[in-house]
Nanobody, 123 residues
Framework: QVQLVESGGGLVQAGGSLRLSCAASGRTFSNYAMAWFRQASGKEREFVAGFNWSAGTTVYASSVKGRFTISRDNAKNTVYLQMNSLKPEDTAVYYC????????????????WGQGTQVTVSS
């Protein structure tokens, strides 16, 4: 298992930007598929963005495509989520997740999770 710790959440006005970080430790980071999920109050956890490492591609939820960018720095064992043009509906707890192999982008496809970081977007 890989251990994950998120940071970078906070309160921002609509239209603003935040960058989330996820620091990984415990296993060879570069061998893992990484993703970001989010969970708004009273709603199910949903996929936001991820790396299909074996295919060398990135995947985004339609609700964030064009506004959010996922990136990773294997030398620093860190994955980032740059969030621009934030909207109130982006308010949620954001989680970083890791998987040994990508079989899908559902929460159940990922075995390692961080503790989450709160993002609040005010209107």
């Amino acid at each position: 298992q890989v251990q994950l710790v998120e940071s970078g959440g906070g309160l921002v006005q609509a239209g603003g930007s935040l960058r989330l970080s996820c620091a990984a430790s415990g296993r060879t980071f570069s061998n893992y598929a990484m993703a970001w999920f989010r969970q708004a109050s009273g709603k199910e956890r949903e996929f936001v963005a991820g790396f299909n490492w074996s295919a060398g591609t990135t995947v985004y939820a339609s609700s964030v495509k064009g506004r959010f960018t996922i990136s990773r720095d294997n030398a620093k064992n860190t994955v980032y989520l740059q969030m621009n043009s934030l909207k109130p509906e982006d308010t949620a707890v954001y989680y970083c997740a890791a998987a040994r192999a990508v079989s899908g982008w559902r929460p159940s496809d990922f075995g390692s999770w961080g503790q989450g970081t709160q993002v609040t977007v005010s209107s």
